[in-house]
């Protein structure tokens, strides 16, 4: 009657087990049975007692054998080899293609065993409706702590919010899984349909009272919630921000990583001392990692989904796959493919998936979306280039690493980010507001800005380091761009009682440089730094701006920085300090001129507050203009066209030329000579300039002290009052330099 491995069922309930072991005898059988689990269970029963339903084992319709009901009590057995409805259904598939009794004890949950719950009234069988089996299996392998295997299935079917249940490791196996009623009218970034919500049942997100007595909530502290337990935390402060829309304020909040003892890793960016309350949130971390691998979805059949969103902390998803996009379906897309949701320590590897870009329809998709998290990682992950496809909000520890994306988005709350060799295909790094650092370290950026500010977030509040290292702008389109841009600074907090911006403290930008055509324009420009302050804004000038080996393969771009400091307070750690070095290159001359094309721009406005150090060698075709009063100003070896500080006479700032090549003057209407001096000459802040050439028709006149200088043969420099080119050479009230 019974052999081993089949399969057996309480009459009480409970779910299929593997008969593992039969003793028939003359009239009795004994029987011994394995749950998923690996419970074992056994009984002996009646021969006689056995009654057996007409149909062989061998029929294309199912077989059951039952316990009769006249046995005395005890357990009671429901037996199926083919469990099977419809009719010739027993001809295409077993209910349990068995492993051996070996594969059983190790052990793992198999979805094709589940068949029994699937909804066959497709007539394709890659159209069944698998959801109530997925539940099941999930459920089981959950209770159990057992992995879940997919193998045996080519494509599936689930509904689009199935929110399947996964709480272990699981093998997809390349199953193609496609979702059912995934396409809805409105389609919001609010309500997107869930089908694997990967959850572990202990460690749910909860509620934490901390007396504000116990935390630090100064900035860059370490343990800002006290000697709290490991996991994912998430603390939101009374402390006030500018709101998106720039019509109000939001609390101030930032994810943790919690490592042990209430020590973070990444720490709070800003000072919230002030707080008045603070909220905070827990997840704890479960006892294991879990993997998601080759899992397989399509790219059409939705426009609100999510296929696999993380709520547990140390989860790992890969060799992950989306098709390719075949079937445009025309409507408004709102998707987050890949969802992070309030959890740490997730990683995304070897993930390929297609932009699902659509011609004339406006799409929000992102195949990659972290709704707030801490220390989470992707690793080759591979977009084609298209709509928006990764966004983050309230993340903590974003790295990136040998991806091929559109952009990397930050938008509110995004704190030390970096992306290491990557390729970025239409923008760089992007952020609305956040702190610690963002660094890109060998990424390739097409016709965008490396790393840039969002205009419709709050205007660039961050505290912290910016760095670009060693990163190359593929520009295709011909036209002015910015390693880092950040030209919205402020923007948040105009016309509002908001807390003053702070721009990064350090931005620096080095070993890196620009390549593609040429389109025969000759005044676009190639700047390091580009940042702009909206008129009338309150924001904090960074502490130290670095610009170290930036090149172009040609002449066509000159090099620039655009910094106004003039409408920017005082760092509060004192002057900022700006080192251009080893840079430029492109036209000596533009027509029209690029206000952008200037060496060193600090704004054309007066600014009585600002001070600055600024340091410029070794770079080409130097064109400074400066309205900062009170600053300092050197350069060293350098070929310089014109230096223009433009503050009122005896009100200027210091300025010194070393080595330095005064050659192709930039001469602007109404003048005959290239300005190189300050308004005026003054004791405090000197102009000298020391060990120089001068090839050309350059404004010297107000120069405090001159040596070592030689005036080129033809060349007619307006020099100061009683300066000739032999005094020039052989020293101008040279103790200034004593």
Same mark, same amino acid.
């Given at each position: 009657?019974?052999?081993?491995?089949?399969?057996?069922?309480?009459?009480?309930?409970?779910?299929?087990?593997?008969?593992?072991?039969?003793?028939?005898?003359?009239?009795?059988?004994?029987?011994?049975?394995?749950?998923?689990?690996?419970?074992?269970?056994?009984?002996?029963?009646?021969?006689?007692?056995?009654?057996?339903?007409?149909?062989?084992?061998?029929?294309?319709?199912?077989?059951?054998?039952?316990?009769?009901?006249?046995?005395?009590?005890?357990?009671?057995?429901?037996?199926?080899?083919?469990?099977?409805?419809?009719?010739?259904?027993?001809?295409?598939?077993?209910?349990?293609?068995?492993?051996?009794?070996?594969?059983?004890?190790?052990?793992?949950?198999?979805?094709?065993?589940?068949?029994?719950?699937?909804?066959?009234?497709?007539?394709?069988p890659s159209d069944w409706d698998w959801t109530l089996a997925l539940h099941a299996a999930h459920a089981q392998a959950n209770d159990a702590g057992l992995s879940v295997s997919y193998r045996g299935i080519n494509a599936m079917s689930v509904d689009a919010n199935a929110m399947v249940p996964v709480g272990t490791d699981v093998d997809f196996c390349g199953c193609l899984i496609k979702p059912l009623n995934g396409i809805v009218a409105s389609p919001t970034h609010d309500t997107l349909n869930v089908m694997f919500d990967v959850v572990d049942e202990g460690t749910p997100l909860v509620d934490v009272s901390i007396p504000l007595a116990d935390t630090n909530l100064a900035a860059m502290s370490s343990r800002p919630l006290g000697g709290v337990e490991p996991g994912y935390w998430f603390l939101t402060s009374s402390v006030q921000i500018c709101n998106r829309a720039r019509n109000g304020t939001y609390s101030y909040a930032q994810s943790f990583k919690v490592?042990?003892?209430?020590?973070?890793?990444?720490?709070? $960016?800003?000072?919230?001392?002030? $707080?008045?309350?603070?909220?905070?949130?827990?997840?704890?971390?479960?006892?294991?990692? /879990?993997?998601?691998?080759?899992?397989?979805?399509?790219?059409?059949?939705?426009?609100?989904?999510?296929?696999?969103?993380?709520?547990?902390?140390?989860?790992?998803?890969?060799?992950?796959?989306?098709?390719?996009?075949?079937?445009?379906?025309?409507?408004?897309?709102?998707?987050?493919?890949?969802?992070?949701?309030?959890? $740490?320590?997730?990683?995304?590897?070897? /993930?390929?998936?297609?932009?699902?870009?659509?011609?004339?329809?406006?799409?929000?998709?992102?195949?990659?979306?972290?709704s707030a998290g801490a220390q989470i990682r992707y690793c080759e992950c591979h977009t084609s280039p298209g709509r928006p496809v990764f966004a983050s909000n309230y993340v903590n520890g974003l790295r990136v690493e040998r991806c091929t994306l559109n952009r990397i988005d930050a938008h509110h709350s995004g704190h030390n980010i970096a992306a290491i060799d990557c390729t970025l295909t239409e923008r760089g790094i992007f952020i609305g507001w956040g702190g610690g650092y963002i660094s890109a370290l060998r990424c390739i950026v097409y016709d965008s800005s490396v790393v840039g500010d969002r205009p419709d977030f709050s205007g660039d509040l961050f505290s912290g380091r910016l760095t670009v290292s060693d990163c190359e702008i593929r520009n295709s389109t011909g036209r002015t761009i910015a390693f880092v841009r950040?030209?919205?600074?402020?923007?948040?907090?105009?016309?509002?009682?908001?807390?003053?911006?702070?721009?990064?403290?350090? /931005?620096?930008?080095?070993? $890196?440089?620009?390549?593609?055509?040429?389109?025969?324009?000759?005044?676009?420009?190639?700047?390091?730094?580009?940042?702009?302050?909206?008129?009338?804004a309150v924001v904090y000038a960074p502490h130290q701006i670095s610009v170290r080996g930036v090149a172009q393969n040609g002449p066509a771009y000159r090099f620039g920085n655009f910094v106004q400091l003039c409408r920017m307070l005082l760092h509060p750690n004192g002057w900022t300090t700006i080192d251009i070095v080893d840079c430029g290159g492109g036209p000596v001359a533009m027509t029209p001129f690029n206000p952008r094309g200037k060496t060193l721009d600090t704004g054309d406005e007066d600014s009585v507050s600002m001070r600055a150090i600024v340091g410029i060698r070794g770079c080409r075709a130097v064109y400074v203009q400066s309205y900062l009063r009170n600053s300092q100003l050197s350069l060293s070896e350098c070929s310089v066209q014109r230096v223009d500080l433009r503050a009122t006479a005896g009100n200027t700032s210091a300025l010194e030329y070393y080595g330095c090549r005064l050659e192709n003057p930039i001469i602007l209407s109404g003048e005959t000579h290239a300005k190189m001096c300050g308004a005026g000459v003054n004791a405090s802040y000197p102009t000298v300039f020391s060990d120089c050439r001068v090839a050309s028709d350059f404004d010297l006149s107000t120069a405090s002290a001159i040596k070592g200088t030689v005036i080129r043969s033809g060349a007619s420099p307006a020099l100061p009052s009683g300066v000739t080119a032999a005094l020039a050479l052989a020293g101008w009230k040279a103790s200034v330099f004593s």
């Open positions: 009657m019974f052999s081993v491995g089949d399969a057996v069922r309480l009459q009480s309930g409970g779910g299929w087990m593997t008969v593992v072991d039969v003793h028939e005898g003359s009239d009795s059988i004994s029987c011994t049975w394995m749950a998923v689990d690996g419970t074992l269970g056994n009984a002996t029963f009646p021969s006689a007692a056995l009654k057996a339903v007409p149909q062989p084992r061998s029929a294309s319709v199912a077989a059951d054998i039952e316990i009769g009901d006249d046995l005395p009590p005890g357990p009671n057995l429901v037996y199926s080899t083919q469990k099977i409805s419809g009719v010739g259904a027993a001809g295409l598939l077993g209910f349990m293609e068995l492993q051996t009794v070996d594969d059983r004890l190790r052990t793992e949950v198999v979805v094709k065993d589940y068949l029994h719950l699937v909804d066959r009234a497709a007539p394709v490592i042990g003892d209430g020590v973070v890793q990444g720490p709070l $960016s800003a000072d919230l001392t002030a $707080s008045t309350w603070i909220s905070v949130k827990h997840r704890a971390n479960p006892r294991r990692w /879990i993997e998601l691998r080759n899992s397989t979805f399509p790219s059409d059949g939705y426009n609100n989904q999510t296929f696999i969103r993380v709520r547990r902390n140390m989860v790992r998803v890969v060799r992950s796959r989306v098709l390719e996009y075949i079937n445009p379906h025309g409507l408004v897309d709102a998707c987050a493919l890949f969802d992070v949701d309030r959890a $740490s320590d997730v990683s995304f590897d070897d /993930i390929i998936a297609p932009s699902r870009k659509q011609t004339g329809v406006t799409s929000g998709t992102y195949i990659f979306n972290v950040l030209d919205s600074s402020g923007g948040g907090g105009v016309g509002n009682d908001y807390a003053p911006v702070r721009l990064p403290d350090s /931005i620096i930008v080095e070993r $890196s440089r620009r390549v593609g055509p040429y389109p025969g324009a000759d005044n676009l420009v190639l700047l390091g730094v580009d940042i702009a302050v909206q008129a009338g």
